[in-house]
């Protein structure tokens, strides 16, 4: 199985701030990789989809990059609404594992 | 608009079976493939299982196989999990995912709101 690991595993920036969540694949998975935000007591929701593309209906302060096996989500100013837990998911291979999460706070 | 809800959640005892049910709308159910992802209380996101559009590939987490079965009705606009054997770490908020693509599980672009599934005694 492909390992997927998300750093840092939580992580407190202020309103306005960039942030950037990293992912790294244990082996080449391409740009097969997604982002999702999941915000308390509520499903998980789409952000990225292929590595660097805004799902639809999604604000241009959320981005990714990468391929490979390096992968970097960011968000380039930090809103309150913003507070959630992201995931990174790969589906090159199965099973389409998720990263363990990285959770979001307001400092 | 698409819209995808689960049901079937509850209360069982270790060692019983329960099933799961996803109702679709919104789209043409039997073009994309369909997804369980669970998630324990307090931990992250679990891939559990996926099945293709027309049914005919069905995929497993190694933590569930032999014990959970997926199906779907492409008549109903359905998808089901059979889950049997159930141990009290099963026990989880279980959600439907509708994946972008019809054959392997690779994005999932919309999500049920979730069913809990709690194995006790």
């Known amino acids: 199985d492909i390992q997927m690991t998300q750093s840092p595993s939580s992580l407190s920036a202020s309103v306005g701030d960039r942030v950037t969540i990293t992912c790294q694949a244990s082996?080449?998975?391409?740009?097969?990789l997604n982002w999702y935000q999941q915000k308390p007591g509520k499903a998980p929701k789409l952000l990225i989809y292929d590595a660097s593309n805004l799902e639809t209906g999604v604000p241009s302060r959320f981005s990714g990059s990468g391929s490979g096996t390096d992968f970097t989500f960011t968000i380039s100013s930090l809103q309150p609404e913003d507070i959630a837990t992201y995931y990174c998911?790969?589906?090159?291979?199965?099973?389409?594992?998720f990263g363990q999460g990285t959770k979001l706070e307001i400092k | 608009e698409v819209q995808v809800l689960e049901s079937g959640g509850g209360l069982v005892q270790p060692g019983g079976s329960q099933r799961l049910s996803c109702a679709a709308a919104g789209f043409t159910f039997s073009s994309h493939a369909m997804s369980w992802v669970r998630q324990a209380p307090g931990k992250g996101l679990e891939w559990v299982s996926s099945?293709?559009?027309?049914?005919?590939?069905?995929y497993y987490a190694d933590s569930v196989k032999g014990r959970f079965t997926i199906s779907r009705d492409n008549s109903k606009n359905t998808l089901y999990l059979q889950m049997n054997s159930l141990r009290a770490d099963d026990t989880a908020v279980y959600y439907c995912?509708?994946?972008?693509?019809?054959?392997?599980?690779?994005?999932?672009?919309?999500w049920g709101q979730g069913t809990l599934v709690t194995v006790s005694s």
């Open positions: 099945i293709s559009g027309n049914g005919g590939r069905t």
């Open positions: 995912a509708k994946d972008s693509y019809g054959g392997n599980p690779s994005k999932f672009d919309s």
């Open positions: 998911q790969q589906y090159d291979n199965l099973p389409p594992d």
């Open positions: 082996q080449d998975i391409s740009n097969y």
